[in-house]
T-cell receptor, first 114, second 113 residues
């Protein structure tokens, strides 16, 4: 089984709809991240969480919110989806201490907003 | 974080060694070199990292020059499944505010049959 899973893997929705993307991990890591990837722009950080009680904005958090329900679960919500949020979304995790930069990524969620 | 420079693309024959270069001439003494790769539309995958000594794991070898201004990732026997974009990232290792990986454009390695 994969260490970092994301659901759904693909989603098509309409402008204005609320969408939730979910991430679960079995690696026992404390840090979790949400990135989005757009063609030609690389990965950009949306939100990150160092533990269950810690949530931090990344570089492009506007229009998004997150919830860290448990150490193993980190959800990303689009409250009112818009077409420019069409992208590939990745969840990632990393461990304590010297392993912070060794991030493990999920398979991604391809989101299309019409 | 130190800036890195990689060639945009490289080709390699299947079964041969793939040598991917990275320049990081402004690297600081406490910054590590990390390599990730991303196979088309999949999540990025951590490969290896090093500070100043050469490193090897089951996936690859990392050769860092003595002055640490450049490095080479070596895939000893490339396969078609190694076709991917390879990213060289220079970062201080550890916690604190070092939370975000910055992926540049990387090198598209194409392994040909």
């Amino acid at each position: 089984d994969a260490d970092v899973t994301q659901t759904p893997r693909n989603r098509i929705t309409k402008t204005g709809k609320r969408i939730m993307l979910e991430c679960s991990q079995t690696k026992g890591h404390d840090r979790m991240y949400w990135y989005r990837q757009d063609p030609g722009l690389g990965l950009r950080l949306i939100y990150y969480s160092f533990d269950v009680k810690d949530i931090n904005k990344g570089e492009i958090s506007d229009g998004y919110s997150v919830s860290r329900q448990a150490q193993a679960k980190f959800s990303l919500s689009l409250e009112s989806a818009i077409p420019n949020q069409t992208a590939l979304y990745f969840c990632a995790t990393s461990g304590r201490g010297r392993g912070y930069n060794e991030q493990f990524f999920g398979p991604g969620t391809r989101l299309t907003v019409l | 974080d130190a800036k890195t420079t990689q060639p945009p693309s490289m080709d390699c024959a299947e079964g041969r060694a793939a040598n991917l270069p990275c320049n990081h001439s402004t690297i600081s003494g406490n910054e590590y070199v990390y390599w990730y790769r991303q196979i088309h539309s999949q999540g990025p995958q951590y490969i290896i990292h090093g500070l100043k000594n050469n490193e090897t794991n089951e996936m690859a070898s990392l050769i860092i020059t003595e002055d640490r201004k450049s490095s080479t990732l070596i895939l000893p026997h490339a396969t078609l499944r190694d076709t991917a974009v390879y990213y060289c990232i220079v970062r201080v290792r550890g916690g604190g505010s070092n939370y975000k990986l910055t992926f540049g454009k990387g090198t598209l390695l194409t392994v040909n049959p």
